[in-house]
């Protein structure tokens, strides 16, 4: 009986993840959730993501003052950048980058890798 009750809390979690469509955090994971079932922890929606941080099915964005948000692997491994909305703290994907960006560094400076995260407003805002 319990074990039922975790094994669908942990696969309402993994599917509300997978059909997202953008990185989430622990918190908006929660508020999903609940939607479907009658109630869930922060601890086990944090159990479920390190599980599947675990299983390297997700892996965990971090954006400097904000939440940590998670997104699907197959994702994550497709090089590309963030949108944060500031009016309600969503993250979305950005498909594409604009490159070049070696060009702007100083001379004899050699770059490993970059970040871009574009702020602003969401069309749901
Ligand atoms: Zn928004
Ligand atoms: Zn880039």
Wanted: charged fraction near 30%.
């Amino acid at each position: 009986m319990k074990e039922t009750r975790k094994t669908k809390q942990f696969e309402t979690i993994r599917s509300i993840i997978t059909n997202a469509g953008r990185p989430l955090s622990i918190d908006e994971m929660r508020k999903s959730a609940l939607e479907e079932l009658d109630s869930i922890g922060l601890r086990t929606v944090y159990r479920a993501v390190r599980r599947m941080e675990e299983m390297g099915e997700i892996e965990r964005i971090k954006v400097q003052g904000m939440a940590e948000r998670y997104e699907l692997s197959n994702i994550a491994s497709i090089h590309h950048h963030h949108f944060h909305c500031t009016s309600c703290d969503s993250l979305f994907d950005i498909h594409g980058c604009p490159g070049g960006l070696s060009e702007l560094l100083p001379k004899g400076f050699t770059m490993d890798s970059h970040d871009i995260l574009l702020t602003g407003k969401c069309n749901f805002c």
